[in-house]
């Protein structure tokens, strides 16, 4: 099991008023799944993430991830834990513009056990498509090489989880099959991990495993009912 949650709960505050937005029973990810999350916007899925890769602590509740719980971690080492373990994918990309598709891929090394290595980050933006881009900067790139560059950035450190949010939403629709086809091959290729959240048709159809978040997650439903 490379994910467990259980009875997890996850408030925000509004001022004196608090509301749960995430309430999941029970859920788990086997190690080497693929797993697409889709569900409508402002139901919790980016929180869900946020609370996997350790960037939010559970309000209650246990989330195992990578052998670590996360509710038992300070700040500081859910920061080390989400260095060492976890590759996050943006829908914006979040490539650093003054620097090389290739340095931006070596950046995504600099926090891992490992050092940088030119040579696997060239690799990897090779299996990517992207050999003849590794000198360009972000700005002279499409915005579908662009992602693959984060998607390269995101396999460099060879972490055991991926999560990606909404990878494919500043794509246009012809390249959305290729790089969630990429995205899915590499992490099989590297035995990683990976959660991909979409509201998209195309891309939670590419999954075995499809997860509605309406279904699993309890808050939302409640939320719905009320409305
Ligand atoms: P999704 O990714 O499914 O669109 P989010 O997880 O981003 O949903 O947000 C779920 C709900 O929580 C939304 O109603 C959103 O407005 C609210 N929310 C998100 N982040 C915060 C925050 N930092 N503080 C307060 N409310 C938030
Ligand atoms: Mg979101």
Redesign the pocket.
């Known amino acids: 099991m490379l994910i467990s949650v259980e009875n997890l709960k996850v408030e ?3 001022g004196n008023e608090s ?1 749960t ?2 309430d999941i029973p029970n859920w788990q990810v086997d190690k080497g799944e693929q797993v697409a999350i889709s ?12 609370v996997i890769a350790g960037l ?1 602590p559970p309000s209650s509740g246990t989330v195992q991830v990578c052998g670590c719980d996360i509710g038992q971690l300070g700040e500081a080492e859910r920061d080390r834990f989400r260095a060492e373990s976890i590759g996050y994918i943006f829908q914006s990309f979040n490539l650093l513009q003054g620097y090389t598709a290739l340095e931006n891929v070596l950046l995504g090394m600099t926090f891992s056990p490992r050092k940088p290595q030119w040579q696997a980050a060239t690799a990897l933006l090779e299996e990517m498509g992207l050999g003849h881009r590794l000198h360009h900067c972000p700005a002279q790139m499409s915005i579908g090489e662009q992602q693959r560059v984060a998607i390269a950035r995101a396999l460099a450190k060879r972490p055991e989880l991926i999560l990606a ?2 990878p494919t939403g500043s794509l246009d629709p012809l390249h959305t099959g290729e790089v969630v086809a990429k995205l899915r091959q590499s992490c099989r290729e590297h035995g990683c991990t990976l959660i991909v ?1 979409s509201h998209e048709r195309e891309v939670v159809e590419a999954f075995e495993r499809q997860v509605s ?1 309406l279904e699993l997650n309890h808050a ?1 439903a409640k939320k719905e009912a009320v409305a």
């Open positions: 925000y505050h509004n509301f937005v995430v569900g409508p916007s402002g139901s919790g899925k980016s929180t869900l993430l946020h939010l949010d909404e959240v978040f939302f």
